[in-house]
C-alpha cells in the first residue's frame, strides 16, 4: 500500500483503522513518513501512542515489530541471540560422529540457523510489503546506555553482530518511539526524532474516539462516560484514567446494559477507570455522587 500523500490521507487512514487524531497528530505522522524520520511519542500512559504505531501499520499494510522496553534492556536483548541449546545439541552430535572439522562446525553454529532475531535486527530485514513499522515502546523504562546504542542504530538504520559482520536495513523502517515520560530521554536522540506531546483528548475528540471504538453505546450513555472521565482527570488522582480506560469503561457498561450512569453503577465498575485502591477510595461514597452531578451539569445547554 502507498503512503499517504497528505495530511488528511493520514487522518482518513488512521480513522479507517478506528484511530481518531486531530490535525497536529497528523501533521507529524504525515512528516515522519514523508522525511523517514523516527517519530517520538510522549505523554501520559493510555492517551493513545502505541495504538497509533497499530493503527499505521495496519493502514499501511506493513509488519508491526514491537520492542517492549523494560529496566535492564540490553543491545544483544533487542537485536539478536545465539541458540545456544540448539548449538549445544549440533556440539554433541558433531562429538558423537567423530572427527568433526573445528573450523567449519564453529562456522556452522554462528550461522543464520542459529540466530534468535529480536526486534531491531528483524526491522533491518528486507520485507516484500515494504518496511516494517518499529515500535519502541516505552523507552524511558531503560537506562542511558540503551539509549546511547538506539541513537547510533537509528542513525543509520543498522547493526552489528560480530560474528556475522553488519546488517544494513535496504529501506529505513517507520519508527515510532514512545515514552510515559517517568523519567527524561536525553536531548540526542529526541533531536534525531520528529517529536509530538500526545495529550488527553477534550471532550468532542473523546467522543469520536468512543463511538469508533464502542461503536454499539447509545450516544446519551458516551456522553455521560466521556464527561465523568473529564471531570475525573481533574481531580488529585494517583493515576488519571487515559482513553484506553475510558473505552474499557464503555464496555464493560455494555456488557452489563447499562443506559445511564449513576453513582451504584460507577462505585461497582470503578475497577474499569482507576487502577490503584487509593483513588478507588477517593471515589467511594458521596464523592461519585459529587463529579457525576458536576459532569451531567457540564452537558447541560449553556
Not at 493520514?10 to 524520520?37: D, E
Not at 533487542?78 to 549440533?90: S, T
Not at 515500535?135 to 540503551?146: A, C, K, M, N
Not at 535496504?170 to 510515559?180: A, F, G, Q
Amino acid at each position: 500500500m502507498t503512503q499517504p500523500d497528505s495530511i488528511d490521507a493520514v487522518q482518513t487512514m488512521l480513522s479507517a483503522q478506528g484511530y481518531v487524531c486531530g490535525r497536529a497528530l497528523a501533521t507529524v505522522v504525515f512528516l515522519s513518513l514523508k522525511l523517514g524520520r523516527p517519530l517520538f511519542l510522549e505523554g501520559e500512559a493510555g492517551v493513545g501512542k502505541t495504538e497509533i504505531a497499530k493503527a499505521l501499520a495496519a493502514g499501511l499494510g506493513r509488519r508491526l515489530i514491537r520492542l517492549q522496553c523494560y529496566e535492564g534492556l540490553d543491545a544483544s536483548s533487542a537485536v539478536y541471540e545465539w541458540n545456544f541449546p540448539a548449538q549445544m545439541v549440533a556440539i554433541r552430535t558433531a562429538e558423537a560422529a567423530g572427527g568433526a572439522d573445528r573450523s567449519a562446525l564453529q562456522t556452522e553454529l554462528f550461522s543464520d540457523d542459529y540466530l534468535v532475531e529480536r526486534p531491531l535486527l528483524q526491522a533491518m530485514r528486507p520485507d516484500e510489503n515494504g518496511a516494517p513499522v518499529l515500535l519502541i515502546d516505552e523507552l524511558d523504562r531503560t537506562d542511558e546506555p540503551f539509549e546511547a546504542f538506539l541513537l547510533e542504530a537509528l542513525s543509520d538504520f543498522q547493526v552489528t553482530i560480530p560474528e556475522l559482520g553488519t546488517v544494513k536495513a535496504p529501506e529505513p523502517p517507520v519508527v515510532i518511539v514512545t515514552s510515559n515520560r517517568t523519567r527524561e530521554v536525553h536531548d540526542a536522540l529526541k533531536r534525531r526524532c520528529l517529536y509530538h506531546w500526545v495529550d488527553y483528548p477534550d471532550f468532542d475528540r473523546e467522543i469520536e474516539i468512543l463511538n469508533a471504538r464502542a461503536p454499539e453505546a447509545a450516544q446519551s450513555l458516551s456522553r455521560e462516560v466521556v464527561a465523568f472521565v473529564q471531570r475525573l482527570r481533574t481531580e488529585d488522582l494517583f493515576k488519571k484514567p487515559g482513553v484506553a480506560e475510558t473505552i474499557d469503561w464503555a464496555k464493560c457498561l455494555l456488557a452489563l446494559d447499562v443506559i445511564n450512569l449513576s453513582p451504584e453503577v460507577i462505585g461497582d465498575t470503578l475497577g474499569a477507570i482507576l487502577k490503584y485502591q487509593d483513588d478507588i477510595q477517593k471515589l467511594q461514597g458521596s464523592e461519585a455522587k459529587r463529579i457525576l452531578d458536576e459532569a451531567k451539569a457540564d452537558l447541560e445547554p449553556a
